[in-house]
T-cell receptor, first 107, second 113 residues
Framework: KNEVEQSPQNLTAQEGEFITINCSYS?????LHWLQQHPGGGIVSLFM???GKKKHGRLIATINIQEKHSSLHITASHPRDSAVYIC?????????FGTGTRLQVFP | EPEVTQTPSHQVTQMGQEVILRCVPI?????FYWYRQILGQKVEFLVS????????KSEIFDDQFSVERPDGSNFTLKIRSTKLEDSAMYFC???????????FGPGTRLTVT
C-alpha cells in the first residue's frame, strides 16, 4: 500500500516569496499528481508528471523517481495562491492522496 | 471548457435514508471515479468504473454503496442506508484514459443527521 506524505502541513508566506511543498511516497508509481483545493472545496488538477519537470505559469513541479519524491514550487507567490495543495499518486485505477499543505499568502 | 458537474451541491438526509448523488462526467471520458473527503481529513478513493462495471473499489465501498451509469451521460453513487459517518464531501472525477489526468466535479456535501 502506498503511503503519501507531504510537508509542511501548513505554510504561511508573504506575497512575492518563493514557495516549496514536498511530497514523498513509499511505492513506485506510474504518475504523480499535484492538485489544488480551494476553501469552497473544489479540486483542480495542476500537474500530472511521471518524470522530470513541468512548468505552468508561476508553478513548477518536479519529480525524482529514484528517490520517490516530488516538489511543487510557486514563484512570486500571490494571495490568490492561498489554497490547500495536494499531492496524489496514481495506483492502477485510483489516486492515493496526501493530507495536503495549507498555504496562506499574505499581502 | 468541458467540466464535470455534480448535483446536488448539498444534501441533508436522515440516518437510514437512501441517497443518490449524481455526476455528469466529461463527455468523451471513459473512466469514472468517486472519492470522498470527511471534514478535516484527506480525500479517499471509493470506486472506479469503466465499461459499465466496477474496476476497483476500496474497503469503504461496502454493500451499502453502489454505482451506476443509467444512461450515456450520468454516473451515480447510491448509499442505501446512510450512517452518520457517511457525512462527507463526495467528489466525482473522470478521465479520458486509464491512469490519465482526472478532472474533478465541484463535490456534493452530504450531511447525515
Amino acid at each position: 500500500k502506498n503511503e503519501v506524505e507531504q510537508s509542511p502541513q501548513n505554510l504561511t508566506a508573504q506575497e512575492g516569496e518563493f514557495i516549496t511543498i514536498n511530497c514523498s511516497y513509499s511505492v513506485g508509481i506510474s504518475a504523480l499528481h499535484w492538485l489544488q483545493q480551494h476553501p469552497g472545496g473544489g479540486i483542480v488538477s495542476l500537474f500530472m508528471l511521471s518524470s522530470g519537470k513541468k512548468k505552468h505559469g508561476r508553478l513548477i513541479a518536479t519529480i525524482n523517481i529514484q528517490e520517490k519524491h516530488s516538489s511543487l514550487h510557486i514563484t512570486a507567490s500571490h494571495p490568490r495562491d492561498s489554497a490547500v495543495y495536494i499531492c496524489a499518486v496514481g495506483d492502477t485505477d485510483k489516486l492515493i492522496f496526501g493530507t495536503g499543505t495549507r498555504l496562506q499568502v499574505f499581502p | 471548457e468541458p467540466e464535470v458537474t455534480q448535483t446536488p451541491s448539498h444534501q441533508v438526509t436522515q440516518m437510514g435514508q437512501e441517497v443518490i448523488l449524481r455526476c455528469v462526467p466529461i463527455s468523451n471520458h471513459l473512466y469514472f471515479y468517486w472519492y470522498r473527503q470527511i471534514l478535516g481529513q484527506k480525500v479517499e478513493f471509493l470506486v472506479s468504473f469503466y465499461n459499465n462495471e466496477i474496476s476497483e473499489k476500496s474497503e469503504i465501498f461496502d454493500d451499502q454503496f453502489s454505482v451506476e451509469r443509467p444512461d450515456g451521460s450520468n454516473f451515480t453513487l447510491k448509499i442505501r442506508s446512510t450512517k452518520l459517518e457517511d457525512s462527507a464531501m463526495y467528489f466525482c472525477a473522470s478521465s479520458e484514459v486509464r491512469g490519465g489526468e482526472q478532472y474533478f466535479g465541484p463535490g456534493t456535501r452530504l450531511t447525515v443527521t
